[in-house]
């Protein structure tokens, strides 16, 4: 018998994310971070600068972006490089990992773009039965 | 001036999500689910009752599939049929949006299965050169 609360799922043989879900799921996770996605999609466009990302991606807070920033460079996915100029300045950069991502990302994200009307309607239908009931 | 913590990014118009950011933050966040995301890569595969999913997906409590298909439903990703047998038998399946989505998601899942060991070592190299510093 499988235990019911086990935090790492077991999926079957046949399933596509077989082998080791822990690793795969903390991907997910990443991806399910909508400003990690869009610096990665910002970056998509070249190196920049850690103030123009934050121009770029209005409504992000400075926190928050150096977060999202560590939390990529430590997954591999940005460089970061600091040009020893008075005051220095610091480039982020996607890896070839980093840019490998990006392309299932940008396929998800134009995805999301496009059918979000769909699944916005899907949900005022699904509350206007589910209140009538 | 922006203001510093709104919680809809408002992105440039050069940017590949511009538009309605808030929906597609909201698509983002499903798909950075991990248990939505392995019951529509279950789904791929055709209709399932209730409980063939809960066996497929191992480690998923009976409340966690219940609001995982609920989200689905809501989103009209999923539909739910209940057959009127005794017992009832209850299929979920993907819609067409469903379907459509499960394109990317699976891109980017196997793109995460792949990668999964990459990104594990570059955070193992991170953390050690941070314990280090």
Redesign the interface.
Known sequence: M???????????P????D???R???????R?????S??VI??L??GPRRFNELKR???????RMLTLTLRGL?????VTRTVFPTIPPRVDYELTD?GR??S???????????E?????????T???GRNAAE
């Open positions: 499988k235990p019911e609360h086990t935090r790492v799922p077991v999926l079957p046949n399933a596509h994310l082998g080791d879900c690793g795969v799921a903390s991907v997910l996770a991806v399910g971070d909508k400003w996605v869009f999609m910002q998509g466009g770029m991606i209005g409504g992000i807070s400075q460079e430590r997954d591999g996915l990992l490998g991502l392309t299932p990302v940008k396929a998800l994200g134009a995805w999301a773009h059918h979000q009307p769909e699944i916005e309607s899907a949900r239908r699904f509350d």
